[in-house]
């Protein structure tokens, strides 16, 4: 069986990790504050803090912003569950917006009509890793007219002026937007090092800040490690050095690293651009070359001229068929070896949404990318052989269930 998405467990990855777990400190310490080093140099944001999880960093930043009951965050349809139940999390409430068609992502022509006086935080999505339209997000909040609309309602928000732009970037560590990478692209964005992800720590997030001034992003930093430790003003290293007396100054979150996960991401952020993404480019474009030809599927923009993905997810979709024919495609792709998934089930889908009156019809666009959508494998130990098998696996499984069909 091909796997969808194991992660890349290698000799270099074990020797650290075994390197950490005998050096006597395991929790949050010297690699941590390392990888954070590491990914302020790789992403060029002003300042970053590894936590244990995106979903934390989007929600300790949705907290931090004082997002709360009667406040609304604005997330696309078409997103892990994650981006939203943040939302949920903090009291307010997720107003979802419908997607492009091509990108998959937020489509930036439709906030205007999401966008109210409550409205505090966009939340746009990279979704499978590519970036989206940053300059035309900022352009719509920052037009006298919205900026007008926007009630801040403590000094955060006040300093701000303007909508909070929150990229979930789970997906897009190392994806280009105009020359920039992400982590810049923002106010503030937020990674995931989940075991799925590109770059993995088994579980991991981390939350780049490059908020404009006279916001001191070092300063926040400062304050965000304090936030996500209890609130407690000096983490365990640093009561370690002598002075053993700490206080606690808000009932803070735990959602630190630990230098395990640490050492698993400095090995996996040294050879990311040279090895992890070329791996991952060639396998994009390997299966954009071996599709492209069969008028019967719609393959996913991945670099255009202002965009260039970091290769997360192969988003293909086959054209003219309903959700009930995707699955039987699917069930035949995995009757011959091959694993694939569904990236994603727009949340007005899910049980929980749905209970609270999203309805899938006010998504169409979401609707319809997602019920002919399959989800390739990518992953670093992807063989050209193993590519082979997924592309005869879906040739064949469209195939058999088109022929069906007529
Ligand atoms: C994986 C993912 C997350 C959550 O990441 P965790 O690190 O597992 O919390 C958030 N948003 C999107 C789009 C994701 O795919």
Known sequence: MI??????????????VVDTLKSGWITTGPRTKKFERNLIEYSGAKSVLCLNS???GLELMLRWFGVGPGDEVIVPAYTYCATANVVIHCGAVPVMVDIDEH?????????????????????PVDIAGLPCDYDEIYNFVNTPAQKSLFEPRNEIQKTLGRILILSDAAHSLGAVYKGRKTGTLADISVFSFHAV???????????????????DNEELYKFLCV??????NKDALSKTQGNWRYDVITAGYKVNMTDIQAAMGLVELERYDA?????????????????????RYILPVYENEICKSSYHVFLIRVKDINEAQRDEIIQRIFNRGVSVNVHFQPLPLLSFYKALNYKISDYPVAYNNYMCEISLPVYYDLTDDMLIQVINAVKDSVDEVIEKSR
Do not use: C, W
Request: no cysteine; hydrophobic share 40%.
């Open 3 to 16: 796997p969808f998405s194991p992660p890349r467990i290698d000799d270099k990855i074990i020797a650290e």
């Open 54 to 56: 995106a979903t934390a």
């Open 103 to 123: 990108s998959f992502n937020m489509d930036v022509s439709k906030l205007k009509n999401a966008v109210s006086k409550r409205t505090k935080v966009i939340i």
């Open 197 to 215: 992800k590109n770059l993995t720590t088994a579980e991991g997030g981390a939350v780049a800040l490059n908020l404009p001034e006279p916001f």
């Open 227 to 232: 936030l996500g430790l209890h609130g407690q």
């Open 275 to 295: 090895d992890t993404l070329v791996k991952r480019k060639h396998i994009f474009d390997f299966y954009n070359s071996s599709f492209k030809n069969d008028d």
